[in-house]
């Protein structure tokens, strides 16, 4: 089991910026990728940023490229995603999750383990 633990939602204006931070505990030696996804109401949840734990491989959604940026901290079993030029669309909340099997990062079927999720919320 890997338990994870999210932090640094809040409320900013569009333009700001905002880093969320996900915290791993346990069977973290399993771990073969973590990922950030958001579901904003109404809407169906969407891949954000996934980075594999080994290599450091990373990959983002087109609508957060250039934007976001998800880095990690081996050392402390944390991944955050630095959330640069916020937009109002990108009000939603958002969840970590842990992979600890090969496969498709940016479908949220393969992540096992979630974060309770937390709340980010752009005002125009």
């Known amino acids: 089991q890997v338990q994870l633990a999210e932090s640094g939602g809040g409320l900013v204006q569009a333009g700001e910026s905002l880093r969320l931070s996900c915290a791993a505990s346990g069977r973290t030696f399993s771990v073969y990728a973590m990922g950030w996804f958001r579901q904003a109401p109404g809407k169906e949840r969407e891949f954000v940023a996934a980075i594999k734990w080994s290599g450091g491989d990373t990959y983002y959604a087109d609508s957060v490229k250039g934007r976001f940026t998800i880095p990690r901290d081996n050392a402390k079993n944390t991944v955050g995603l630095q959330m640069n030029s916020l937009k109002p669309e990108d009000t939603a909340v958002y969840s970590c999750?842990?992979?600890?099997?090969?496969?498709?990062?940016?479908?949220?079927?393969?992540?096992?383990?979630w974060g309770q999720g937390t709340q980010v919320t752009v005002s125009s």
């Open positions: 999750g842990a992979a600890d099997r090969v496969g498709f990062l940016r479908a949220f079927t393969l992540y096992d383990y």
